[in-house]
């Protein structure tokens, strides 16, 4: 079972890597810098989404690490007969593991709608024009949901991180 936690350990700390990285980048930096660029910002976001696998990329890396979490859970719970579980250890990653679980619920549900409702407005335009009213409108309620997600799953990823980086000296 060592190389079962090995593996299980390997995708839980690269896909969350890769979710907490993506997250920092895309929301720090990529993010503003479409909204600093006018219309051209919007080509470029409607390429993201449009050409590219970006919409499915947060949910996937996003269920590797909670999935991969989840196991090396009951992993430790069922060797210890489930006293892992009311450790200082286990009480920490299980913070940790559902604040994880929520950013993922609630990612899936605010931003990961969003960018897929998004994602068809684009679709229905065309490439090269400007939006219509309406389209315009839509676009920015939805980035405004995709937004609020945001700045509910920030912390969220936040708390698990520093929960999985402390657990095992609590």
Do not use: C
Not at 41 to 50: D, N, P, S
Not at 76 to 85: E, G, L, V
Not at 109 to 117: E, H, L, Y
Not at 125 to 149: C, H, K, M, V, Y
């Amino acid at each position: 079972m060592l190389v079962a936690m090995i593996v299980f350990r390997l995708f839980h700390v690269i896909s969350a890597v890769l979710w907490v990285g993506g997250f920092v980048m895309l929301v720090y930096f990529v993010l503003p810098s479409l909204r600093a660029s006018g219309p051209g910002g919007g080509q470029v976001m409607r390429t993201l989404l449009v050409k590219t696998s970006l919409a499915s990329y947060f949910p996937m890396v996003g269920g590797f690490t909670v999935l991969s979490g989840l196991l090396m859970m009951w992993r430790d719970s069922s060797i210890s007969q489930s006293n892992w579980a009311g450790s200082a250890t286990g009480i920490t990653f299980s913070i940790g593991g559902l604040a994880g679980l929520i950013a993922l619920i609630v990612g899936g549900i605010m931003v990961g709608r969003s960018i897929s409702q998004l994602r068809q407005v684009f679709l229905a335009s065309d490439a090269g024009a400007p939006p219509t009213p309406e389209q315009a409108a839509r676009i920015a309620q939805l980035q405004e949901r995709a937004a609020l997600g945001n700045r509910i799953v920030g912390p969220l990823l936040a708390i698990a991180v520093v929960a999985m980086a402390i657990a095992r000296y609590v």
